[in-house]
């Protein structure tokens, strides 16, 4: 060996860069780590083309290679084979979020319907939605948890499974109660599909990048469209056939997603990535065994945490829809309410206790994710709520069958999917603060429009405008939020950091059904409520207006530049080199 030979050896060896280019073995799944920038700029350092192109390239295995074919959007992830591939996983990803959305969407057009047929009142035919809402955010910590420690393709195919079969015996129900138990059941399947979703995209993706961004603005697309999406296909099923016909519907699109999901959802799991598995350091760590993985999960979950979240926004919540019916000094509300509140108390001080809480406090440490989640979850409120009751309203007043109510609906569906590809383009351009108060200013423009609608009031001139623009504050606060909290926890942890997410969005819009169907219930009993129909309508959907101008109070205070805008990977070699020197 020449002295230039050894010499080189010795600079790699100290710079830590591997000399030799055979592939590591790796946990399947595992992301390797990128290069650094400063692997493109050892060239100074007498390192031979051949070194360079072991960093450059890292390990040749297809299923850990870090990054594929470069091109303008970025590098495609190593855990997809081909860019179709890709593709597939982003809209299974997206059928995931979407799937609770769908569903309220699509019972939002036969509540009446339901509510007739099965002898429902005002508060059980609530509840439909509500119960969703609820389980899907009492669960999703939890869930998001158990997605982290046993894996993140099971959780997520076990969702898609579970809500087709589910869908299946809702579409059976007789009475009230097994229609509200069941629906909520559909809302922890929806739980188990989302963190697992989040953490997926989360960790494949793992550098900012045009192609994250495309791929996180689809998803966000999922809320809104879902809804929209759901109230038109289940009005022409419910037209064709009767309700029921929505439920079995549900059944098989989410049957066909189950089976599909085997062969497009790839394994990329919180272990692998905990496990340090990048194969430059040394040899990667095998996964662990299933029974290791079940004593972990054993050992770390938060058990008390999930009880608590779960009876105490329960409780809480249906004291609220009692209320108006019972009134607010029966001693069943009082009771409920006041237990519930106190669950709530005690959920947030023990989680500052246990060593592996369900929503890790220091998470709200970071000012701008308390802000953006506070707003959000506010102008979603708003959101959840208007639509529900512009679905009843049409229905009961208006007089419209399910297919009616689905075509004056389908507006919001179109206008849900070009707002969500102009987010897409702008995250990366426009200061995201910017973004986020247009989203808020939205929500409160379209719920201001409703609230001025009478039982005669034009379509095009109040409900066709409010559809589009209600969901200009979905789609641009959703990718917002979706691209900021990814960067909140590491990656093993992000799977949590979805559920966490989901878990305000779904347990504030439970919270927030119910406080607007008080408002209802209230109005109803009095004198200008029995002589004005109407009136109970107005009063709720100025709630959702309360809760769309209390979203915007905390934009000012919001600071969040662009995102997604990834200089190294976009603009290639010659960009960073220029940048390192």
Sequence with gaps: MTEAS?????????????TDVQAVPQAVGAVAPVPTPTAWTEKSSGQTN??????????????????????????????????????????????????????????????AQIGHDLGMSQGEITWIAASTSLTAGAFQL????????????????????????????????????????????????????????IGILGASYARPSKRKNIAFSAFSSGNPVGFALGSILGGVAAKVFNWRAIFFMIAIIWGVLAVVAFWVVPSVEAFDDEAGSSGVDGPAKAAPSTGAQLRDFFRKFDTLGAALTLFGTGFFTAAITLAPHDGWAAPQVLSLLIVGFVMICVFLYWETYW??????????????????????????????SSSFWLSLFLQQVQSLDSLEVGVRLLPQTIAGLTWNIVAGVLLHRVNNTILHGIGAVAYLVANLLLSFMRPDSSYWAFIFPSLIIQVIGADFQFNVVNMYV?????????????????TMVRLCSTLALG???????????????????????????????????????????????????????????????????
């Design 6 to 18: 050894t010499h080189d050896d010795k600079m790699a060896e100290q710079s830590g860069i591997r």
């Design 142 to 197: 939890a869930l998001g948890q158990l997605a982290d420690l046993l894996g993140r393709r099971l959780m997520f195919i076990s969702g898609l499974a579970s809500f087709s079969l589910f869908a299946v015996v809702a579409g059976f129900a007789q009475n009230p109660f097994w229609m509200d138990i069941l629906c909520g059941f559909l809302g922890i399947s929806t739980a188990m599909m989302v963190p697992p979703a």
């Design 50 to 111: 051949d070194q360079l192109s072991a960093v450059e390239q890292g390990p040749q295995d297809d299923a850990v290679a870090p990054l594929r074919k470069r091109s303008r959007l970025g590098e495609r992830p190593a855990v997809f084979k081909t860019t179709v591939h890709e593709v597939l996983f982003v809209f299974m990803a997206t059928s995931a979020v979407m799937s609770w959305s769908f569903l309220v969407g699509a019972v939002a057009t036969v509540t």
């Design 515 to 581: 406080i607007s169907t008080a408002v209802y219930g209230g109005v109803e009993q009095t004198e200008a409520g029995r002589q004005d129909p109407m009136l109970g309508y107005t009063r709720a959907l100025q709630v959702s207006v309360a809760l769309a101008a209390a979203g915007i109070l905390f934009v000012p205070f919001i600071r969040v530049g662009t995102q997604g805008n990834d200089r190294f990977e976009d603009d290639g070699e010659e960009q960073v080199v220029s940048e390192k020197k």
């Design 486 to 502: 990814m960067q909140s926890l590491p990656s093993h942890q992000q799977a949590l950091a979805g559920g966490i997410f989901n």
């Design 355 to 384: 060593p592996h809480p369900l929503m890790p406090p220091k998470i709200w440490k970071d000012g701008n994710f308390s802000l953006l989640i506070a707003s959000l979850v506010l102008g979603i409120m708003a959101f959840n």
